[in-house]
């Protein structure tokens, strides 16, 4: 699974942000990501998770390419895509 290609399909169903021309380090906050947003993909993110993931974790760095780390050793690979 590509998880930045998942978590921009993912922001793209939560939220309004152009991502089209967005790189996986830009900062989601400074592009309109809200806090309820975040808050919808963190129950999303812990759909596809292991372990459960909390708003802290994803709020301190909250850009793709951190969440697809974040992710990445916790993914439940019984877990269709």
Not at 26 to 46: C, P, V
Request: charged share 15%.
């Amino acid at each position: 699974m590509n998880l930045d290609l998942w978590i921009r399909e993912q922001l793209g169903e939560v939220s309004d942000i152009d991502l089209t021309a967005l790189s996986s380090d830009a900062n989601l906050i400074e592009h309109g990501l809200h806090s309820l947003q975040m808050m919808r993909l963190l129950e999303r993110f812990n759909c596809l998770a292991t372990q459960s993931l909390l708003y802290m974790h994803i709020a301190k760095q909250p850009c793709i390419s951190a969440w697809s780390e974040l992710l990445q050793p916790h993914l439940n690979t019984t877990t269709s895509s």
